[in-house]
């Protein structure tokens, strides 16, 4: 037989495991804060922004550079800096066949900025989280859209090439691979439509996407989805035979140095680099957004700048976990 008392009991128990419940919710969104270092380093981004500007004045590589080694470094074990670890052995995460291509100009915005914060707050702000800063800061300096940028991670303690196989986005996946990609680091198919749009800078090599302009498949060399004009473009830059194994060609071939829609209008007009690109727009489940982002700028910044926030919480280390690196390409 129940009492008042034990009614008074069981409702201040169960009052106690919701507030238990909500306190454990609270401070898993509260690992990454947008003022984490408001005590400790006041002027980080002031720091990090000044750096970053200084190397995109330099050399405008350094946009899609940084912006894609951010994403490739949270892609694998999250986003903890290990894709930026050098390894005597060649056995580190940037040396996999799929980081090979990350461009120096990446690795080096991040290290002049890691050394200026380090000259003003040595030893309190991660490698992580300067790349973090960076890769928004790029985006603004091509004239992309700002966002506020989460703080608070701490750098991973291992960067092996034998965990990025499978990781990360190859140019010839589809919708179905690539929503499946991205839903493991729990970003939906917008985030994955709207991150894609980062290709509106930067340019690729040949043997990423030749593939499609002269063995598609046995009846058909050239990619039928390929606007024609664009593929004879291609074959100019990458042609079959004695192809210049340095030629790129732009991922963007309208406006490829500004961060803008344009990739979307290009996908409309069958001009996506990649297979991954285009099928974006080809496949029905994905087409109805990259139409809303080819007419719409402003739909599409918002898109990017919340799949980016969402991007930089994967994996992350806090707290005690992991360290905060020295300097970026050595473990401390």
Not at 195 to 202: E, K, N, P, V
């Amino acid at each position: 037989m129940y009492t008042g008392s034990d009614s008074r009991k069981h409702m201040m128990m169960w009052f106690l495991l919701v507030m238990l419940f909500f306190c454990m919710v609270t401070e898993s969104n509260a690992q990454l804060t947008e003022n984490f270092y408001a005590s400790t380093c006041p002027n980080v981004e002031l720091i990090v922004r000044k750096a970053v500007t200084t190397k995109y004045q330099q050399t405008q590589i350094t946009a899609p550079a940084t912006l894609r080694m951010f994403f490739h470094d949270c892609f694998v074990g999250g986003c903890d800096a290990s894709v930026l670890i050098a390894s005597p052995n060649g056995d580190a995460e940037k040396d996999a066949h799929d980081n090979i291509s990350l461009a120096g100009d990446g690795f080096d915005t991040v290290s002049k900025a890691k050394l200026a914060v380090e000259a003003q707050c040595p030893g309190l702000v991660s490698c992580a989280d300067v790349l973090a800063l960076a890769a928004r800061d790029v985006v603004v300096l091509a004239g992309g859209p700002g966002f506020k940028v989460e703080l608070g991670r701490r750098d991973g303690l291992v960067s092996q090439a034998s965990r990025v196989e499978g990781k990360l986005p190859g140019p010839e996946l589809d919708v179905t691979g690539l929503v499946d990609l991205f839903a493991s680091n729990s970003l939906s198919m917008t985030d994955m439509i709207a991150l894609s749009g980062a290709h509106t800078i930067g340019f690729s090599h040949c043997d990423r996407f030749s593939n499609r302009l002269y063995n598609f498949s046995t009846l058909m060399p050239v990619d039928p989805t390929l606007d024609p004009s664009y593929a004879q473009l291609l074959m100019d830059t990458c042609p079959r035979v004695g192809s210049d194994p340095n030629a790129v060609s732009n991922l963007d071939v309208n406006t490829p140095e500004v961060f803008d829609n344009v990739y979307f209008q290009n996908l409309v007009a069958r001009k996506g680099l990649f297979t991954s690109d285009q099928v974006l727009f080809n496949d029905f489940r994905s087409q109805a957004t990259v139409v809303r982002f080819a007419n719409n700028a402003e739909e599409f910044n918002n898109a990017f700048t919340i799949a980016m926030r969402k991007l930089g919480r994967v994996g992350v280390k806090v707290g005690n976990q992991g360290e905060i690196r020295r300097d970026c390409s050595a473990f401390n």
